[in-house]
Nanobody
Framework: QVQLVESGGGLVQPGGSLRLSCAASGSAFSISVMGWYRQAPGKQRELVAAIAPGGSINYADSVKGRFTISRDNAKNTVDLQMNSLKPEDTAVYYC??????????WGQGTQVTVSS
């Protein structure tokens, strides 16, 4: 079973930064699409950023220019650097792995709160 463990969430002021990290178990990390999703109160879970095995990246329009996703296939990790945080970024952030069979695996989530 794939296991994903997120870390790095917390409380920050508007304009601040956080770096989220996701550590994955399993042998298929390097050939899997990895992503970060978030779910804000009262809203559906949405894709924040995704990165393919070859490095192709997609971002939600709301985070372009502020967030950066990266992966390290040697360490089975995927990170999300979040800069210029806004209150509307407040959400539980989830790490996601899609394997070659399109099976989804999810982390437990980490809370990000942006508030003064």
């Amino acid at each position: 079973q794939v296991q994903l463990v997120e870390s790095g969430g917390g409380l920050v002021q508007p304009g601040g930064s956080l770096r989220l990290s996701c550590a994955a178990s399993g042998s298929a990390f390097s050939i899997s699409v990895m992503g970060w999703y978030r779910q804000a109160p009262g809203k559906q879970r949405e894709l924040v950023a995704a990165i393919a095995p070859g490095g192709s990246i997609n971002y939600a329009d709301s985070v372009k220019g502020r967030f950066t996703i990266s992966r390290d296939n040697a360490k089975n990790t995927v990170d999300l650097q979040m800069n210029s945080l806004k209150p509307e970024d407040t959400a539980v952030y989830y790490c996601n792995q899609k394997d070659w069979r399109r099976r989804d695996y999810w982390g437990q989530g980490t809370q990000v709160t942006v508030s003064s």
